[in-house]
Structure formats: C-alpha cells, structure tokens
C-alpha cells in the first residue's frame, strides 16, 4: 500500500499523533516538495514523520515546495529521481492532503513565498491553497506566477487516487473546502465539528 502525503501544520499534527505502529508493505511519498533550507521548515514534513511513527519505506521529493522560477521547476521535475516520487504518488492508494486558507498561509510564514507576493495573490481573490496551488472562487487555478512554481503532484492529477481524504478544519478555510469537496477532489474528510456544520 502507498501512502501520499500533503504538508503543513495540520498534516504534520495528524502525523504525530498517530500511534506507533508497524505496518507491513507499507510506502509513504510526499505530494510537494522535501526539501527545505532550514530545519524549523522540516517541522512541518508530514510525510517522514508518518512513515517514522508507522516503521514504513518513505520517499523524499529532491526539491523545494516552490522554486524561485518556472524553469527551476521544470529542471528538478525532469529529474529520474523526482519523476520516479512524482510517479508513486500519482500511483498511491490513498492520498491524505489539506487545504490552506488566505488569513494565514503556512507557506507564507516560512518564508516560500515573500509578503509581495502573498499580497499580489490575495489582489487576485482567492479562496486558499490546495497543495501550494491557489484557487479561485469557482475552484480554478488562478493566474499567477507561484503557480507555476510549485514541485509537486499538480491538484486534478490526484484525482485518479482511489481514496483522497482531506484532513482541515477552520472558518478561514471553509470556502476553499466546500468548492473542492463539491468538484470532487476528496472521497473523504476529517474536520472538527465547528468547521462541519458550515460545509
């Protein structure tokens, strides 16, 4: 079985409370990119500390959430070995992701974006982030150079993983939930009870 992992805060908490638990034939792949420039970023890795707590084989995606150009990108995407992690997500059986709001963005905070362009993205109105990509109110990708910039499993290719739960709770983050969940990126979900009842 493959396990495809999103990153941020809330994926790393799901992650660290997870008992510990052998599991056998068991692979974890990352959705974004591993790798990071310094170690108070690594706090947020949901995928190595999964397949810590679980004893299973992780895989590591050579290359940063967001690149500093679109030609970056595409050098490090035609890499065998990110080709090969890109390739065993898309594979996963089941994908565990979150979602972002745009009150507050993780990939903000920790320096992958700058607050120009955080601030040049919300002129554009979006409803949050789903795996480093904003989105718009009718839940399309919106026009903007970070998007072309993120190392990662692109939204609408995760579609064709069987099981796709997305793990987010928050007032800042129900827009962006409820369109996702109506175009049917996620066969499941975990919230807590407040987000819930405004979905």
Known sequence: ???????????????????????????????????????????????????????????????????DSRESRETILQQPSAREVIQKALNADLALMSVGGTTSSTLRSVGYMTDEEFDDILRLKPIGNFLGYFFDRDAELIDHPVNERIVGVYPRDTLNIPKRILVSGGKNKVGIMTKLLEKGFFTGLITDQGTGSSL
Do not use: H
């Open 1 to 67: 079985m493959t396990v495809a992992m999103a990153w941020g805060r809330t994926m790393r908490w799901l992650a660290s409370n997870i008992e510990p638990v052998a599991l056998r034939n068991v692979t974890v792949v990352p959705l974004l990119g591993s790798l990071s420039r310094r170690s108070s970023i690594d706090k947020y890795d949901a995928a190595a500390v999964f397949a810590q707590r679980t004893q299973a084989e992780s895989y590591y995606l050579p290359g940063p959430i967001i690149c």
